[in-house]
């Protein structure tokens, strides 16, 4: 039963079900994440390893990172008190597929609430080799950061990598790492997971590139695109953040080719609730409040 785009029916209602998917679900529908996932496998050169991972949220207090069971506990909780939470994701602190607890924890919710969308977000790197325990474990949505498909510009994003046991630096980890975060796409794009492709916008290295990554991952079949704004910090403490000007002209000239969510709101890898209401961070008095 295809639909829209070749997307099937079951596809879709996840689409506009998911609040950073479709910007009509962001108001009624929520998201929990789960803060199981604290190794990450790369350094990106904004992020200082003292937040969540950045390619996903805004610094502020780490996150405390829960065991498997625990977070199914919390996930059993939440999911009773709102149940407008339709969507269940992994992003952080560190990076969701370096860490074997991601699976553990995704394959617990899925048994005990198989109709709730698994989500994920990565910096890409163990895409591959990772592919075949995400559709086992059922992730349907699935956020990649891509910052650049030229290795000359990543390699100026990216400090090091470690992979397969062998840490890289410079161009050669920005060729591996660019390599195996387009073979994941393409392999998760084929496997029929939706894709989201976030892309942190550094003015001085890249933003005259990213139309460039817009046009490849529209050819990909990419669904949607967040162009997000670098947060300054560790080796990029210097640097200017973009304007809320320049990004807007960067996703109206990305939006011809891929859809461009203008919606994220950073949020933490322990967020639940609405985008921008999280309940995490709210008193106990106030969560109960908005039960429903
Ligand atoms: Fe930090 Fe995320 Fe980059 Fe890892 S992938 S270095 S956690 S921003
Ligand atoms: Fe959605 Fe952005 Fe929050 Fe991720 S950080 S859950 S994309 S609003």
Redesign the pocket.
């Known amino acids: 039963c295809h639909d829209v785009n070749g997307l099937d029916r079951e596809i879709l209602r996840k689409i506009s079900e998911h609040p950073c998917y479709d910007k009509n679900a962001q108001h009624k529908f929520g998201r929990i994440h789960l803060a199981v996932a604290p190794k ?5 050169n ?2 200082d ?1 003292k937040f ?5 949220s805004r610094p502020g207090v780490t996150s405390e990172v829960l065991n498997p069971q625990e977070a199914l506990e919390k996930t059993r909780q939440v999911l009773k008190d709102h149940p407008f939470i339709k969507v269940v994701a992994v992003a ?4 969701p597929l370096a860490n074997d607890e991601t699976f553990e924890t995704l394959e617990l919710i899925k048994n005990e609430f198989p109709n709730v969308t698994l989500c994920l977000s ?2 890409g790197l163990a895409l591959p080799e990772k592919m075949d325990e995400l559709l086992r474990v059922g992730v349907s949505t699935l956020t990649v ?1 891509l910052n650049a498909i030229d290795p000359e510009i990543q390699a100026q994003i ?1 400090d090091h990598i470690s992979y397969k046991g062998k840490s890289y630096t410079g161009v050669e980890a920005a060729e591996i790492l660019i390599a195996n975060q387009l073979e994941g796409i393409e392999k998760a794009v084929e496997a029929g997971m939706v894709l989201k492709v976030n892309t942190v916008l550094i003015p001085e290295i890249n933003k005259d590139h990213i139309i460039e990554v817009a046009k490849k991952i529209r050819e990909m079949g990419v669904f949607i695109m967040n162009v997000m704004p670098l947060i300054c910090q560790a080796k990029f403490v210097d640097m200017e953040p973009p304007t809320n000007e320049v990004r807007k002209e960067l996703q109206d000239s990305c939006e011809p080719y891929v859809q461009q969510m203008r919606h994220c709101r950073q949020c933490r890898s322990d967020a639940y609730g609405l985008i921008g209401k999280d309940l995490s961070q709210m008193s106990e008095e106030r969560r109960n409040v908005i039960k429903m």
């Open positions: 990450c496998n790369i350094q990106c904004y992020c390893r969540d991972c950045v390619n996903e952080g602190p560190g990076d990565t910096n950061t990216v």
